[in-house]
């Protein structure tokens, strides 16, 4: 088993693969504190919606759909969060306007401009063993800005998914807070279908914190409980998907599966 291990990650795709993975399952999955504490679901499936009219818009302008797919979900995260703190439109109305808009727009520069569609609903399939030592790097600077603003914003960041009024009331700037924290999901989401495709966004992002907030005390707890559980998530998937020749994705994403099926039943054993 040492022996296949070694021999493995002396390939340099391997090698990268396997640190990107573990970057993005230690750091991305901090925003799913975000997403489920914030009910914000539909929205984050709106954003990979979106990041399919952005790859098909990266190709009919002669760009890579991964760049494409980054660049327009991030405009449309920042877009979202500023809809969302004027209040006269419901996150659910928001996250539907986008997600039709974006479908609509993606078929019908697919039907016009004469983009292959494969390569378009590529984004969706994600290739992690196409990993380069820039995409580690690019993970690792995403990762380093997502731990960032959780420890130099904890209080607001905690406050703001606490209770809106009360953080207004002591001079939290929550406007500027939501906003930024729609920023950090796009660019988390962006991150994760630019390297793993949308299979993972959920396997990374989503199921860790919903596992991790079921044992969670605190804030704190919930976000280090949530890396773990992405740690966890990619370095199991990345192994079972090595040793039995396995895809990646879909390893990785039925390990998350199943460590949020444990936490669920150990959590209501402990009920009892």
Request: glycine share 10%; proline share 2%; hydrophobic share 65%.
């Amino acid at each position: 088993m040492m022996e296949t291990l070694v021999e493995a990650f002396s390939i340099p795709v391997i090698r990268h693969a396997f640190i990107g993975m573990t970057i993005a399952g230690a750091t991305l999955s901090l925003l799913g504190v975000i997403v489920v504490s914030l009910h914000l679901t539909a929205i984050r499936f709106t954003l990979m919606h979106v990041g399919l009219l952005g790859a098909a818009s990266g190709l009919a302008l002669g760009f890579s759909s991964t760049t494409g797919a980054f660049t327009l979900v991030l405009v449309a995260s920042v877009v979202m969060g500023t809809m969302v703190n004027q209040k006269t439109v419901a996150a659910s109305s928001i996250s539907g306007l986008f997600m039709t808009g974006s479908l609509a727009g993606a078929f019908l520069l697919l039907a016009s401009t004469g983009v292959p569609a494969m390569q378009v609903f590529d984004i969706f399939a994600g290739n992690i063993l196409m990993m380069t030592r820039t995409d580690v790097i690019f993970t690792a600077s995403v990762g380093l800005i997502l731990v960032f603003v959780f420890v130099f914003a904890y209080r607001e960041i905690q406050l703001v998914l606490l209770n809106r009024e009360l953080a207004q009331v002591l001079g939290v700037p929550v406007d500027a807070i939501m906003t930024g924290m729609f920023v950090l999901l796009g660019l988390g989401i962006a991150t994760a279908l630019r390297l793993v495709g949308a299979l993972l966004v959920d396997a990374i992002i989503l199921l860790p914190a919903m596992a991790a907030l079921r044992f969670a005390r605190n804030f704190g707890m919930a976000l280090v409980l949530s890396s773990l559980f992405g740690l966890a998530t990619t370095i199991g998937g990345f192994l079972v998907a090595l040793f039995f020749d396995l895809p990646v994705g879909a390893s990785a994403a039925m390990v998350s599966t199943l460590l949020l099926g444990i936490s669920m039943i150990i959590a209501r054993l402990a009920a009892h």
